[in-house]
Nanobody, 115 residues
Framework: QVQLVESGGGLKQPGGSLRLSCAAS????????MNWYRQATGKERELIAT???????TYADSVKGRFTISRVNAQNTVYLQMNALKPEATAVYYC?????????WGQGTQVIVSS
């Protein structure tokens, strides 16, 4: 089993920055893909960033150029640096780890972007 714990959410003004963390623990075997999703109230969960097991990253168009996903291997922690935040970034943010055929989700962290 793998446990994921997100942190770093909070309230920010538009234009501000936040860094979310996703700490993974448990049966991790080194190579895995980590994703960040977000879900706004009344909307479907949206994939916004992926760090593939080979190290490449992909982003949704809505966050490209402003959000950065990165990983600290030794800590099995993945970050989502969010810059130039917009009100539409208000959502619960989730990380998802894919390892082999297994799939794990964190509990989510709330981000509110408002003046």
């Amino acid at each position: 089993q793998v446990q994921l714990v997100e942190s770093g959410g909070g309230l920010k003004q538009p234009g501000g920055s936040l860094r979310l963390s996703c700490a993974a623990s448990g049966s991790i075997f080194g190579t895995y893909t980590m994703n960040w999703y977000r879900q706004a109230t009344g909307k479907e969960r949206e994939l916004i960033a992926t760090r593939h097991s080979g190290g490449t990253t992909t982003y949704a168009d809505s966050v490209k150029g402003r959000f950065t996903i990165s990983r600290v291997n030794a800590q099995n922690t993945v970050y989502l640096q969010m810059n130039a935040l917009k009100p539409e970034a208000t959502a619960v943010y989730y990380c998802r780890l894919q390892q082999g055929g297994d799939d794990y989700w964190g509990q989510g962290t709330q981000v509110i972007v408002s003046s």
